[in-house]
T-cell receptor, first 115, second 112 residues
């Protein structure tokens, strides 16, 4: 049973336009959410995160929105650039006992930004 | 070296072999993780070490054996693997009590 889902496996967007990536989760115990970006042959790179007590976090061209009642978060990239072409993973975090945290990942959305 | 490094980057092994994957983090973090990414499946957490103590074993078969000798190094010892264990194995680290985990480039493992 997948607790974190990214229902769009791929997204194609024109350079300069907005990219919107969506993520849904089922476990209300998640208390922190993260987005990662992955290029081929590299590990995931941390992009932006949001605490469950907030509904928006912005960092440059990247904004993450959290709707706790709907158990839904989204990542907005504006304006999109060709270098943003990658696979984006949504992850939800839960604390483990007294230390460490457990990330549960979605299946990823492949973004292609066309020049 | 900066960030999180993993060696080897690629590994092909037979089902009767014993091999080890190595991870080193240069970020001064105190928690380390092993993840597995199989084809067409999400990243799955395997093990968590915090302050060199294993705090999570996510129902991983005993043919995978982790070792964390210090806060900078993490190993995954492999023994009598199956072809379905072929996957990308990723190491990550974080600084407790933070949430952001930083990943290495991964080891692409093929079991023949």
């Amino acid at each position: 049973d997948q607790q974190v889902k990214q229902n769009s496996p791929s997204l194609s967007v024109q350079e300069g336009r907005i990219s919107i990536l969506n993520c849904d989760y089922t476990n209300s115990m998640f208390d922190y959410f993260l987005w990662y970006k992955k290029y081929p042959a590299e590990g995931p790179t941390f992009l932006i995160s949001i605490s469950s007590i907030k509904d928006k976090n912005e960092d440059g061209r990247f904004t993450v929105f959290l709707n706790k009642s709907a158990k839904h978060l989204s990542l907005h990239i504006v304006p999109s650039q060709p270098g943003d072409s990658a696979v984006y993973f949504c992850a939800a975090s839960m604390r483990i006992k007294a230390a460490g945290n457990k990330l549960t990942f979605g299946g990823g959305t492949r973004v292609l930004v066309k020049p | 070296e900066t960030g999180v490094t993993q060696t080897p980057r690629h590994l092909v092994m037979g089902m009767t072999n014993k091999k080890s994957l190595k991870c080193e983090q240069h970020l001064g973090h105190n928690a380390m993780y092993w993840y597995k990414q199989s084809a067409k499946k999400p990243l799955e957490l395997m093990f968590v070490y915090s302050l060199e103590e294993r705090v999570e074993n996510n129902s991983v078969p005993s043919r995978f054996s982790p070792e964390c000798p210090n806060s900078s190094h993490l190993f995954l010892h492999l023994h009598t693997l199956q072809p379905e264990d072929s996957a990308l194995y990723l190491c990550a680290s974080s600084q407790e009590p933070g949430y952001e985990q930083y990943f290495g480039p991964g080891t692409r493992l093929t079991v023949t």
